[in-house]
Each structure stands twice: as structure tokens, then as C-alpha cells.
């Protein structure tokens, strides 16, 4: 098993930048697909960015978000700017998707989520 842990969420305001990181057990990191997810309260999970041979982010996030990762530490990130209410969410690290890298389906690990709340 590998386990994910995400870090960094918090409450800001409308305009703020959050930084959030996924730190990872194991040893294949290096070969995984990562993913950045998010779900808000009474709506489904939602995807918001993957990295692997190349990076790709859903259209709302696009020029305000950056995702990245250092396979040395093992750890991903997700570089949140101006941020808006909409993003509020619950935001989840996930690993070792099977090519299908929008769907929460195609991926094998999953952390627990942290609390992303942005006030207006």
C-alpha cells in the first residue's frame, strides 16, 4: 500500500494563494501518474489537475493553478492563485492512474484531504 497525506489548506480570502503538498510512502513515486481532486460539500469529486508525462488542468483552474512534484521528496504540490469561493472544497492527492486521468476511477491511492475555504 502506499499512503498519501495531503498538507497545506486553510481559510482565505477571495484573491489569496495557498499552496497545497502531497507527501508519499513507497518507493515507485517516480513512476506514478499524480492527480489533484477536489469535492465540495453535496457535490461529487470533481478533477483538477494531473501530472505525469505531460500536465493537464481542468478549464475553471487553467492560468490560476500550477501543479508540480519533486520525486526526490516524493511529494506533490498544488500552487493555488487567486483563488475564488467556487474553490472551496475538499482537496484530495491521488496516485497510479491507469491512463484515464480525469476520472477518479483510474486511480489506485488516495489521501484523506485537506480543507481548502476561500471567503468572499
Known amino acids: 500500500q502506499v499512503q498519501l497525506v495531503e498538507s497545506g489548506g486553510g481559510l482565505v480570502q477571495a484573491g489569496d494563494s495557498l499552496t497545497l503538498s502531497c507527501a508519499a510512502s513507497?518507493?515507485?513515486?517516480?513512476?506514478?501518474?499524480l492527480g489533484w481532486f477536489r469535492q465540495a460539500p453535496g457535490k461529487d469529486r470533481e478533477f483538477v489537475a494531473y501530472?505525469?508525462?505531460?500536465?493537464n488542468y481542468t478549464d475553471s483552474v487553467k492560468g490560476r493553478f500550477t501543479i508540480s512534484r519533486d520525486n526526490t521528496k516524493k511529494t506533490m504540490y498544488l500552487q493555488m492563485n487567486s483563488l475564488k469561493p467556487d474553490d472551496t472544497a475538499v482537496y484530495y492527492c491521488a496516485a497510479d492512474a491507469d491512463g484515464r486521468y480525469y476520472s477518479p476511477e483510474a486511480y489506485r491511492y488516495w489521501g484523506r484531504g485537506t480543507q481548502v475555504t476561500v471567503s468572499s
Open positions: 513507497g518507493r515507485t513515486f517516480h513512476r506514478y501518474t
Open positions: 501530472i505525469g508525462w505531460r500536465t
